[in-house]
């Protein structure tokens, strides 16, 4: 399984990012899939999540409004779609699949808001 993270930068605070996760190695079309991030000095925290059919999602509170996850089965990736960001947003982003009871993670982009 390989989950290859992109799409990470410098930023201004109010400017927007998109994040992208290509992956291989698991049915995409029908793996649960995720956004985390993990700032200096903080534990990774989940920020967004897609089920398989990309039916439901799920942001965490600071993101609701702001962020977009979405998926596309056809080119086998995960995107989050980030509007709005802030200097609380600065963390690496790593993308995650759960596939037959194991976590999956990509190699994570670093996103850097600056006020």
């Known amino acids: 399984v390989q989950l290859q993270a992109s799409g990470g930068g410098l930023v201004q605070a109010g400017g927007s990012l998109r994040l992208s996760c290509k992956a291989s190695g698991i049915i995409f079309a029908i793996t649960p899939l995720a956004w985390y991030r993990q700032a200096p000095g903080k534990q990774r925290e989940l920020v967004a999540s897609i089920t398989s059919s990309g039916d439901s999602t799920y942001y965490t509170d600071s993101v609701k409004g702001r962020f977009t996850i979405s998926k596309d089965n056809i080119r086998r990736t995960l995107y989050l779609h980030m509007n709005s960001l802030n200097a609380e947003d600065t963390a690496v982003y790593y993308c995650?699949?759960?596939?037959?009871?194991?976590?999956?993670w990509g190699q994570g982009t670093q996103v850097t808001v600056s006020s």
């Open positions: 995650n699949a759960v596939s037959r009871g194991t976590d999956f």
